[in-house]
């Protein structure tokens, strides 16, 4: 993986550009840390940071070629999983490579098939194109947004990069926030409406999108959508497609020049990704595989089972881990060193994210990170396969509103009454519930239920998913450390989504239709697992941590959140606190209280470092 970032201006000269765009790709510099490179010509300026994956010589960027009197240049982000299906397809086709990455692969796919070209490719990417003759640029995405992409397009200029420390870096983008920026920060987030960038002027390009750009038009369109189509195969017939295409994306993302490792939690989804890629290693001699987990100290003496968090992992990674074979390391972190990591996710991710789970899971990657520089992850799976306690509750299949964020009162009741009148977050929210219902695709004659479950699962994967990727993105990136999703392969994702629920959910188990799949990989007792969600530190002292460090940050004359908050709300909250209730999770199954207070310092932390102007 790497980070890419460039500016385009179609009136001015950039030639003499080379040491900004070079500084907005330091910005960049833990996304790719093996190279640099900068491309320079009279209207487009970019800046590429490598993270060696496949080819260390003949994959440098930013990568000029020249195809009769064409001259082309690319920055790219990303991996090609069917790269040596397309050289061979190219190859047929006349064209000659002089390196066997994938980066060459996808720009002489540019120039075989064009902006077509997408529909071509399997993989995680966003990348951008200049076309020097032309004068034209052409952007993409991935059709689930696993890789980010932003752009800030003002005037005859355009600005663009991996994350939005790298836009913010340039004079021209502005640092100001509207009442919708607000909004997405305060009654959407930690998740952010596809396409939005929160700060003014700045889009998010749409996962499954394009952008064609000249010196007159921007165009950005999809590429790629969800569709829906009667499934007609039987359920064994299922079972089976949905093995074959698991075991073969996880093979395909298994290739690489350097270490590749497995996440193991010993839930269902990080064991059938690791399942398949230990039998892998067995078939082709390449030793054990090494998979790693996730603990806390003393998490069994602070533990209580409850209905999103059932049981502890480590036991069941330390199973599955000896069933396969594989080379375990359990990766425990104190809590001492989680207070004190507990704000530098903010610094990789621009904006406020999900709290300690970041944390973890930021501290959990910088330690494979000096064992591996690849590793594959359980991601998507309870998106796709439906296993979020969502699909399955009353409350959440007939709320009118985002079934993660059932809540949303009691997020307006920490506003400050100006705040709630400038965003109006009831509207807003519902507002862009409204856009997403409106996406979803219909199956003519399909009954209420099945059309309810459609929904649920299109707003899952289009709305919820991109929060957990952008952090996995984010946290694996600020070390160096390459994270592929399987199960975020477009042909599983398509093939899923329009799978009855009846079938999905079959033998009366949550992600029943996976499980068969993986009957004879795993373990029968592994496989009945019931889900546990990512391990949120159940620890009394991160909820003291948070709160002890948000009442100091939000009594300071000079915090520029706490005119924006109902400061009386916040003091009974931090009170109530003291006495530990219900585990009532207010976005997702398991930011709480103690994550409120977490978050809080991060929107503190943003206002104060990027220089957030309020409009």
Known sequence: ?????????????????????????????CRGPDA??????????????????????????PMTRSFGDRSLTLVYNGELYNTEDLRKELLDRGHRFLSYSDTEVLLVSYVEWGPDCVSKLNGIFAFAIWDEQKKQLFMA???????????????????????????????????????????????????????????????????GHALIADSNHLRAYPYWKLESQPHTDSLDETVAKVRSLLIDTVTRQLVSDVPVCTFLSGGLDSSAVSAIAAQHYKSKNMGPLNTYSIDFEDMESHFEANTFQ??????????????????????????????????????????????DIDTSLYLFCKEIKRHATVALSGESADEVFGGYPWFHREESLSADTFPWSLRLADRIAILSPELERQIHPNEYVHDRYQEALAEVPRLAGEDAREARIREISYLSITRFLPTLLDRKDRMSMASGLEVRVPFC????????????????????QAKGLLRRAMKGLLPDDALARRKSPYPSTPDPRYLEATRTRAEKVLAAKDSPLRPLLNMEEIHRIAEASHVRGEHRPWFGQIMATAQLFHYLLDVDLWMREWNVELE
Request: with cysteine.
């Open 310 to 355: 059932t049981s502890l992992d480590a036991p069941w990674a330390r199973r599955v881990a000896e069933y396969l074979g594989t080379t375990h390391h359990p990766v425990v972190f104190g809590m001492d060193e989680m207070v004190e990591h507990l704000l530098t996710p903010f610094y990789y991710r621009d904006l406020p994210g999900m709290a």
């Open 1 to 29: 993986m790497c980070g890419i970032t460039g500016w385009i201006d179609w009136n001015k000269d950039l030639s003499h550009e080379r040491e900004l765009v070079r500084a907005m790709g330091q910005t960049l510099v």
């Open 36 to 61: 640099e490179g900068v491309h320079v010509s009279s209207n487009a300026v970019f800046a590429h940071r490598r993270l060696v994956v496949v080819d260390p010589e003949g994959g440098a960027q």
């Open 489 to 508: 392969d477009h042909r599983l994702v398509e093939y899923v989504f329009n799978v009855p629920w009846e079938m999905k959910a079959c033998d009366n």
């Open 141 to 207: 995405r991935d059709r689930l947004g696993v890789k980010p992409l932003f752009y800030s397009r003002k005037g005859s200029s355009l600005v663009f990069g991996s994350e939005l420390k790298a836009l913010l870096r340039h004079p021209q983008v502005s640092h100001k926030v509207d009442a919708d920026g607000l909004a997405e920060i305060f009654a959407i987030g930690p998740a952010r409406t596809p396409g939005h960038g929160v700060f003014r002027d700045v889009q998010e390009l749409r996962a």
